[in-house]
């Protein structure tokens, strides 16, 4: 077998591995805690059956390694731990932007709560607020409600 039929078949392995999501929960744990134990693994990946366990672990032997009745990242699975990680970062990140995206008109009036607590939390310290205060905060609620929809925006692309 030549070098590129073989890297297409680790690749094609690896990912036929990380498809399974047990699989990679078990990547997952052992690459938060660095070293774990099999019972460890099997408590915090909820596997009821050891076999089932032991079939999983079996199929992520390019992933992981085994010391001392230990389970560590390899090398190759230091890199899709950080890739998983990564992915559910990304994820988390857009479904946060995504809702703010929907919820734009609630966080603006939101943000004009927050202005106008603060209009009143001064003038209720400082006593009643002249002209140019008040067009002050006016454009920084303007300038802020810019920002929130710019920061939105940007997240489009």
């Known amino acids: 077998m030549d070098i590129e039929a073989q890297n297409e078949s680790l690749e094609e392995s690896i990912f036929k591995t990380l498809s399974n999501q047990k699989r990679r929960d078990v990547l997952r744990f052992i690459g938060e805690n660095k070293q774990v134990t ?73 943000n004009a709560i927050l202005w106008a607590i603060a209009i009143l939390a001064v003038t209720e310290f400082e006593g009643p607020l002249n002209q140019m205060t008040i067009f002050t905060f006016a454009g920084l609620w303007f300038i802020s409600n810019i920002l929130i929809y710019a920061i939105l925006k940007k997240t489009e692309t």
């Not at 909820?46 to 672990?57: F, P």
């Not at 390694?65 to 970062?89: C, D, F, P, R």
Request: aromatic share 8%; proline share 0%; glycine share 2%.
């Open 38 to 110: 099999f019972t460890e693994i099997k408590k915090s990946v909820q596997i009821e059956d050891s076999s089932s366990l032991s079939y999983h672990l079996n199929s992520l032997q390019t992933l992981i390694a085994q010391k001392n009745e230990k389970y560590s990242l390899s090398e190759l699975g230091q890199e899709a731990y950080t890739l998983i990680a990564k992915t559910n970062a990304y994820t988390s990140t857009n479904v946060i932007v995504n809702f703010l995206r929907k919820q734009l008109s609630a966080l603006i009036i939101a």
